[in-house]
């Protein structure tokens, strides 16, 4: 099984500024025949279920603010919100689409400092 | 509109049974694989269960496999799931979701609202 290992686990941001989560994955999740990395970005606010944000790595699903942008390849990942705002507190998770078990990472939670 | 409604969750007890259902609308169903993930009280996100649109291949995580049965009926616009020998760390919100595309598994785009399993006795 593929392990995503995020981080950091929490993390407090002020209004404005930059949030960067990591996800590692334990194997590539590269497909070599397509050059497309299966890792997909979610936002979970309570009480709701996750949203799609980012798949592909760092194709943004429609509908999602530019402020949300990923990149990476291979085995190693990052979900930047470049100016946070004050809906953007949730929690966020990464999940590989390589194989299955599709396995998702463990979530970071952003707040605000 | 896409729309995912689940239905079937309830209390249970270890060693029971539950059969979850979700139904879908708006989107030709029987061209996307379907999806279930669960969420335990407080916990993270677990992938459950996948199967592709004619139903050709089916998934299972670990902790389910041989307890659980994904199915579907494309004529019914209808996603199924059985849960035998239910345990209480099977206790959670069961999600229905749909990838985003009817071409590749790239995400999961639309999710229901979830319905709650809680096994105790």
């Known amino acids: 099984d593929i392990v995503m290992t995020q981080s950091p686990d929490s993390l407090a941001v002020s209004l404005g500024e930059r949030a960067t989560i990591n996800c590692k994955s334990s194997?590539?999740?590269?497909?070599?025949?397509?050059?497309?990395?299966?890792l997909a970005w979610y936002q979970q606010k309570p009480g709701h279920p996750p949203k799609l944000l980012i798949y592909w790595a760092s194709t943004r699903e429609s509908g999602v603010p530019d402020r949300f942008s990923g990149s990476g390849s291979g085995t190693d990942f990052t979900l930047t919100i470049s100016s946070l705002q004050a809906e953007d507190v949730a929690v966020y998770y990464c999940?590989?689409?390589?194989?299955?078990?599709?396995?998702f990472g463990q979530g970071t939670k952003v707040e605000i400092k | 509109e896409v729309q995912l409604v689940e239905s079937g969750g309830g209390l249970v007890k270890p060693g029971g049974s539950l059969r979850l259902s979700c139904a879908a609308s708006?989107?030709?169903?029987?061209?996307?694989?379907m999806n279930w993930v669960r969420q335990a009280p407080g916990k993270g996100l677990e992938w459950v269960s996948s199967i592709t649109s004619s139903s050709s291949y089916i998934y299972y995580a670990d902790s389910v496999k041989g307890r659980f049965t994904i199915s579907r009926d494309n004529a019914k616009n209808s996603l199924y799931l059985q849960m035998n020998s239910l345990r209480a760390e099977d206790t959670a919100v069961y999600y229905c979701?749909?990838?985003?595309?009817?071409?590749?598994?790239?995400?999961?785009?639309?999710w229901g609202q979830g319905t709650l399993v809680t096994v105790s006795s």
């Open positions: 194997q590539s999740v590269l497909y070599s025949s397509t050059n497309k990395n299966y």
């Open positions: 708006g989107f030709t169903f029987s061209s996307y694989s």
């Open positions: 979701a749909r990838d985003l595309l009817s071409t590749d598994i790239v995400g999961y785009a639309y």
């Open positions: 999940q590989q689409h390589y194989n299955t078990p599709r396995t």
